[in-house]
Protein backbone atom coordinates (compact mmCIF):
# COMPACT_ATOMS: atom_id res chain seq x y z
CA UNK A 1 0.00 0.00 0.00
CA UNK A 2 1.39 3.39 -0.72
CA UNK A 3 1.27 6.40 1.76
CA UNK A 4 0.59 9.23 0.51
CA UNK A 5 2.99 12.41 1.60
CA UNK A 6 1.03 15.48 2.89
CA UNK A 7 3.26 17.34 1.05
CA UNK A 8 2.65 16.60 -2.54
CA UNK A 9 -1.04 16.72 -1.39
CA UNK A 10 -0.51 20.05 -0.31
CA UNK A 11 1.60 20.96 -3.67
CA UNK A 12 -0.93 19.69 -5.86
CA UNK A 13 -4.00 21.42 -4.05
CA UNK A 14 -2.26 24.40 -4.75
CA UNK A 15 -1.65 24.19 -7.94
CA UNK A 16 -4.90 22.86 -9.06
CA UNK A 17 -6.75 25.53 -11.09
CA UNK A 18 -9.04 27.60 -9.43
CA UNK A 19 -12.71 27.19 -10.77
CA UNK A 20 -14.12 30.29 -12.52
CA UNK A 21 -16.67 32.12 -10.80
CA UNK A 22 -20.50 31.74 -12.00
CA UNK A 23 -21.21 34.08 -14.80
CA UNK A 24 -24.26 36.18 -13.70
CA UNK A 25 -26.74 36.98 -16.41
CA UNK A 26 -26.87 40.84 -16.65
CA UNK A 27 -29.70 43.02 -15.64
CA UNK A 28 -31.82 44.47 -18.11
CA UNK A 29 -31.20 48.37 -18.44
CA UNK A 30 -34.75 50.46 -16.73
CA UNK A 31 -35.05 51.91 -20.04
CA UNK A 32 -35.35 48.99 -22.60
CA UNK A 33 -33.15 50.18 -25.85
CA UNK A 34 -36.46 49.80 -28.07
CA UNK A 35 -37.88 53.24 -26.60
CA UNK A 36 -34.59 54.34 -27.49
CA UNK A 37 -34.78 53.34 -30.97
CA UNK A 38 -38.36 54.85 -31.38
CA UNK A 39 -37.22 58.43 -30.11
CA UNK A 40 -34.59 58.39 -32.57
CA UNK A 41 -37.13 57.87 -35.42
CA UNK A 42 -39.58 59.99 -34.28
CA UNK A 43 -36.99 62.69 -33.93
CA UNK A 44 -35.74 62.01 -37.34
CA UNK A 45 -39.56 61.50 -38.78
CA UNK A 46 -40.19 65.16 -37.15
CA UNK A 47 -36.54 66.84 -38.39
CA UNK A 48 -37.67 65.25 -42.16
CA UNK A 49 -41.25 66.63 -42.00
CA UNK A 50 -40.26 69.96 -40.98
CA UNK A 51 -37.59 70.64 -42.68
CA UNK A 52 -39.96 69.95 -45.84
CA UNK A 53 -42.95 71.96 -44.33
CA UNK A 54 -40.48 74.79 -43.77
CA UNK A 55 -39.00 74.88 -47.25
CA UNK A 56 -42.68 75.09 -48.16
CA UNK A 57 -42.88 78.40 -45.59
CA UNK A 58 -40.12 80.27 -47.29
CA UNK A 59 -41.40 79.61 -50.81
CA UNK A 60 -44.74 81.15 -49.95
CA UNK A 61 -43.05 84.16 -48.24
CA UNK A 62 -40.67 84.54 -51.04
CA UNK A 63 -43.75 84.46 -53.61
CA UNK A 64 -42.43 81.93 -55.38
CA UNK A 65 -46.00 79.76 -54.79
CA UNK A 66 -49.40 80.73 -56.09
CA UNK A 67 -51.25 80.35 -52.28
CA UNK A 68 -54.50 79.89 -54.31
CA UNK A 69 -53.52 76.65 -56.02
CA UNK A 70 -50.59 75.27 -53.37
CA UNK A 71 -51.37 77.08 -49.94
CA UNK A 72 -48.68 77.01 -47.44
CA UNK A 73 -48.91 74.21 -44.46
CA UNK A 74 -49.95 76.79 -41.20
CA UNK A 75 -53.05 77.94 -43.71
CA UNK A 76 -54.59 74.61 -44.75
CA UNK A 77 -53.51 72.89 -41.40
CA UNK A 78 -55.91 75.83 -39.42
CA UNK A 79 -58.78 74.40 -42.01
CA UNK A 80 -59.35 71.88 -39.25
CA UNK A 81 -60.70 74.05 -36.97
CA UNK A 82 -63.52 74.27 -39.06
CA UNK A 83 -65.69 71.75 -38.20
CA UNK A 84 -68.43 72.10 -40.29
CA UNK A 85 -67.27 72.25 -43.79
CA UNK A 86 -67.05 68.40 -42.99
CA UNK A 87 -70.67 68.07 -42.44
CA UNK A 88 -71.68 68.60 -46.41
CA UNK A 89 -71.64 66.17 -47.37
CA UNK A 90 -71.86 63.71 -44.03
CA UNK A 91 -67.46 62.55 -44.24
CA UNK A 92 -67.94 59.86 -41.37
CA UNK A 93 -70.78 56.81 -41.19
CA UNK A 94 -71.10 57.28 -37.32
CA UNK A 95 -69.97 60.37 -35.81
CA UNK A 96 -66.72 59.55 -33.17
CA UNK A 97 -64.54 62.07 -31.18
CA UNK A 98 -67.99 64.05 -30.01
CA UNK A 99 -67.64 67.35 -32.34
CA UNK A 100 -64.22 66.15 -34.16
CA UNK A 101 -65.66 64.97 -37.66
CA UNK A 102 -62.14 64.56 -39.03
CA UNK A 103 -61.64 61.72 -36.50
CA UNK A 104 -64.67 60.19 -37.68
CA UNK A 105 -63.46 60.15 -41.45
CA UNK A 106 -60.49 58.40 -40.12
CA UNK A 107 -62.06 55.91 -37.88
CA UNK A 108 -64.63 55.37 -41.39
CA UNK A 109 -61.63 54.70 -43.81
CA UNK A 110 -59.15 52.74 -41.28
CA UNK A 111 -62.32 50.61 -40.56
CA UNK A 112 -63.10 49.63 -44.50
CA UNK A 113 -58.90 49.06 -45.35
CA UNK A 114 -58.48 46.91 -42.26
CA UNK A 115 -61.53 44.74 -42.69
CA UNK A 116 -60.72 44.58 -46.41
CA UNK A 117 -56.84 43.47 -45.63
CA UNK A 118 -57.82 41.02 -43.68
CA UNK A 119 -60.31 39.29 -45.46
CA UNK A 120 -58.22 39.43 -48.47
CA UNK A 121 -55.15 38.07 -46.30
CA UNK A 122 -57.27 34.91 -45.40
CA UNK A 123 -59.18 34.38 -48.77
CA UNK A 124 -55.79 34.36 -50.61
CA UNK A 125 -54.17 32.25 -48.14
CA UNK A 126 -56.45 29.67 -47.91
CA UNK A 127 -57.25 29.88 -51.62
CA UNK A 128 -53.44 29.87 -52.65
CA UNK A 129 -52.97 26.63 -50.54
CA UNK A 130 -56.23 24.80 -51.64
CA UNK A 131 -54.39 25.52 -55.11
CA UNK A 132 -51.47 24.50 -54.56
CA UNK A 133 -52.38 20.89 -52.64
CA UNK A 134 -54.97 20.33 -55.65
CA UNK A 135 -53.18 20.25 -58.60
CA UNK A 136 -56.42 20.09 -60.93
CA UNK A 137 -58.05 23.22 -58.91
CA UNK A 138 -54.70 24.85 -59.27
CA UNK A 139 -54.54 24.03 -63.01
CA UNK A 140 -58.31 25.48 -63.48
CA UNK A 141 -58.46 28.64 -61.22
CA UNK A 142 -54.62 30.10 -61.63
CA UNK A 143 -54.98 31.28 -65.20
CA UNK A 144 -58.30 33.41 -63.89
CA UNK A 145 -56.32 34.67 -61.55
CA UNK A 146 -53.56 35.68 -63.14
CA UNK A 147 -55.61 37.41 -65.94
CA UNK A 148 -57.52 39.59 -62.99
CA UNK A 149 -54.28 40.38 -61.29
CA UNK A 150 -53.39 43.35 -63.39
CA UNK A 151 -56.67 44.82 -63.38
CA UNK A 152 -56.29 48.33 -61.02
CA UNK A 153 -58.87 48.21 -57.89
CA UNK A 154 -59.78 51.36 -59.11
CA UNK A 155 -61.51 49.81 -61.99
CA UNK A 156 -63.25 47.77 -60.04
CA UNK A 157 -65.17 50.01 -58.11
CA UNK A 158 -68.50 50.75 -60.61
CA UNK A 159 -68.89 47.13 -60.02
CA UNK A 160 -69.23 47.14 -56.53
CA UNK A 161 -71.43 50.17 -56.23
CA UNK A 162 -73.45 48.55 -58.75
CA UNK A 163 -73.34 45.11 -56.53
CA UNK A 164 -73.36 46.51 -52.87
CA UNK A 165 -74.63 50.21 -53.17
CA UNK A 166 -73.01 52.98 -51.77
CA UNK A 167 -71.47 52.42 -48.54
CA UNK A 168 -68.87 50.19 -46.37
CA UNK A 169 -69.38 47.09 -47.80
CA UNK A 170 -68.02 48.59 -51.85
CA UNK A 171 -64.64 49.66 -50.22
CA UNK A 172 -64.25 47.08 -48.25
CA UNK A 173 -64.69 44.97 -51.54
CA UNK A 174 -62.25 47.37 -53.52
CA UNK A 175 -59.62 46.60 -50.91
CA UNK A 176 -60.38 43.06 -50.98
CA UNK A 177 -60.42 42.78 -54.40
CA UNK A 178 -57.16 45.19 -54.95
CA UNK A 179 -55.11 42.34 -52.35
CA UNK A 180 -56.41 38.80 -52.74
CA UNK A 181 -55.40 38.29 -56.59
CA UNK A 182 -52.08 39.36 -56.22
CA UNK A 183 -51.96 37.82 -52.80
CA UNK A 184 -52.97 34.62 -54.21
CA UNK A 185 -50.19 34.54 -56.65
CA UNK A 186 -47.96 35.46 -53.85
CA UNK A 187 -49.19 32.36 -52.02
CA UNK A 188 -48.78 29.80 -54.70
CA UNK A 189 -45.61 31.45 -55.73
CA UNK A 190 -44.00 31.07 -52.23
CA UNK A 191 -45.05 27.18 -51.54
CA UNK A 192 -43.27 26.31 -55.09
CA UNK A 193 -39.80 28.06 -53.47
CA UNK A 194 -39.92 26.12 -50.10
CA UNK A 195 -36.77 23.93 -49.79
CA UNK A 196 -37.98 20.45 -50.75
CA UNK A 197 -35.35 19.03 -47.95
CA UNK A 198 -37.73 20.30 -45.25
CA UNK A 199 -40.88 18.60 -47.12
CA UNK A 200 -38.60 14.95 -47.55
CA UNK A 201 -37.49 15.14 -44.24
CA UNK A 202 -41.14 15.45 -43.00
CA UNK A 203 -42.16 12.71 -45.27
CA UNK A 204 -39.63 10.75 -43.80
CA UNK A 205 -40.91 10.88 -40.44
CA UNK A 206 -44.17 9.81 -41.46
CA UNK A 207 -45.97 13.01 -41.81
CA UNK A 208 -48.90 13.65 -43.63
CA UNK A 209 -49.87 15.73 -46.89
CA UNK A 210 -52.28 17.68 -44.64
CA UNK A 211 -49.49 17.96 -42.09
CA UNK A 212 -46.73 18.67 -44.30
CA UNK A 213 -48.83 21.65 -45.72
CA UNK A 214 -49.84 22.85 -41.84
CA UNK A 215 -46.17 22.36 -40.22
CA UNK A 216 -43.67 23.01 -43.10
CA UNK A 217 -45.61 24.90 -45.68
CA UNK A 218 -47.25 27.54 -43.71
CA UNK A 219 -44.93 28.72 -41.61
CA UNK A 220 -42.19 29.16 -44.43
CA UNK A 221 -44.33 30.75 -46.44
CA UNK A 222 -45.75 33.53 -44.30
CA UNK A 223 -43.02 35.56 -43.96
CA UNK A 224 -43.06 36.29 -47.84
CA UNK A 225 -46.96 36.71 -47.38
CA UNK A 226 -46.37 39.79 -45.14
CA UNK A 227 -43.70 41.62 -46.98
CA UNK A 228 -46.60 41.04 -50.03
CA UNK A 229 -49.25 42.52 -47.85
CA UNK A 230 -46.89 45.27 -46.63
CA UNK A 231 -45.85 46.24 -50.08
CA UNK A 232 -49.74 45.91 -51.26
CA UNK A 233 -50.56 48.19 -48.18
CA UNK A 234 -50.49 51.32 -50.02
CA UNK A 235 -52.31 49.89 -52.93
CA UNK A 236 -55.56 48.61 -50.72
CA UNK A 237 -54.89 52.78 -49.14
CA UNK A 238 -54.83 54.43 -52.11
CA UNK A 239 -57.90 52.35 -53.55
CA UNK A 240 -60.41 52.53 -50.43
CA UNK A 241 -59.56 56.85 -50.71
CA UNK A 242 -60.71 56.55 -54.58
CA UNK A 243 -63.86 54.85 -53.91
CA UNK A 244 -64.69 57.06 -50.97
CA UNK A 245 -63.95 59.97 -53.52
CA UNK A 246 -66.11 58.37 -56.58
CA UNK A 247 -69.18 56.71 -55.15
CA UNK A 248 -68.72 55.89 -51.29
CA UNK A 249 -69.25 59.72 -50.30
CA UNK A 250 -67.72 59.44 -46.43
CA UNK A 251 -63.76 58.70 -45.17
CA UNK A 252 -60.98 60.78 -45.84
CA UNK A 253 -61.18 60.69 -49.64
CA UNK A 254 -64.43 62.07 -49.25
CA UNK A 255 -62.47 65.14 -47.86
CA UNK A 256 -60.49 65.71 -50.11
CA UNK A 257 -64.04 65.52 -52.68
CA UNK A 258 -65.80 68.37 -50.36
CA UNK A 259 -62.56 70.14 -50.90
CA UNK A 260 -62.66 70.16 -54.48
CA UNK A 261 -66.56 70.77 -54.91
CA UNK A 262 -66.19 73.90 -53.11
CA UNK A 263 -63.24 74.84 -54.90
CA UNK A 264 -61.27 75.38 -51.23
CA UNK A 265 -57.97 74.03 -51.91
CA UNK A 266 -56.93 74.15 -48.22
CA UNK A 267 -59.41 72.05 -47.26
CA UNK A 268 -58.48 69.46 -49.69
CA UNK A 269 -54.66 69.78 -48.94
CA UNK A 270 -55.86 69.31 -45.20
CA UNK A 271 -57.27 66.05 -46.57
CA UNK A 272 -54.29 65.33 -48.06
CA UNK A 273 -52.30 65.65 -45.03
CA UNK A 274 -54.22 63.68 -43.08
CA UNK A 275 -54.21 60.82 -45.28
CA UNK A 276 -50.33 61.22 -45.50
CA UNK A 277 -49.58 60.88 -41.88
CA UNK A 278 -52.90 58.09 -40.96
CA UNK A 279 -51.23 55.77 -43.78
CA UNK A 280 -47.45 56.54 -42.65
CA UNK A 281 -49.16 55.77 -39.33
CA UNK A 282 -50.84 52.82 -40.62
CA UNK A 283 -47.36 51.23 -42.26
CA UNK A 284 -45.48 51.86 -39.18
CA UNK A 285 -47.65 49.82 -37.12
CA UNK A 286 -47.83 47.09 -39.90
CA UNK A 287 -44.16 46.53 -39.85
CA UNK A 288 -43.92 46.31 -35.74
CA UNK A 289 -47.09 43.61 -36.40
CA UNK A 290 -44.34 42.01 -38.70
CA UNK A 291 -41.19 42.64 -36.50
CA UNK A 292 -43.40 40.23 -33.38
CA UNK A 293 -44.75 37.75 -35.67
CA UNK A 294 -41.27 37.31 -37.55
CA UNK A 295 -38.94 37.64 -34.34
CA UNK A 296 -36.79 35.44 -35.69
CA UNK A 297 -35.92 37.37 -38.64
CA UNK A 298 -33.41 39.89 -38.57
CA UNK A 299 -32.82 43.47 -40.46
CA UNK A 300 -29.77 43.55 -42.64
CA UNK A 301 -26.74 45.92 -41.40
CA UNK A 302 -24.55 47.46 -43.73
Not at 148 to 165: C, E, N, Q, T
Given at each position: ??????????T????EP?????V??K??????S?I??A?I???????????F???W??????????T???P?????????A?Q????????G????G??FVAL???????KRV????????????????LAA????????T??????????????????????????DR?????????I????????INSIN?V?Q??????R?????????MRH?I??????DL?VI?R?N?F?A?????A?EM???????????M?????FN?K??F?G????G??????D????????R??W?K?N???
Amino acid sequence: MVESNPKTLETNRLTEPTPNPPVRPKRRSSNPSWIKTALINIGWWILSIGLFLGIWEVMTLLGWVNTLILPPPHQFLGEIANQDQFLMPQIGVERTGANFVALTAIVATLKRVLTGLLLGFIAALIFGCLAAYFKIFGKLTLPVITLLAPIAPVAWIPLAILAFGIGDRAAIFVVFIGIFFILTLGTINSINKVDQVYINTARVLGATRSQVMRHIIIPAIIPDLFVILRMNLFGAWMAVLAAEMVGVNTGLGAIVMVGRQMFNAKLMFLGMAIIGVVGYLLDVAFAQIQKRVLWWKSNAQI
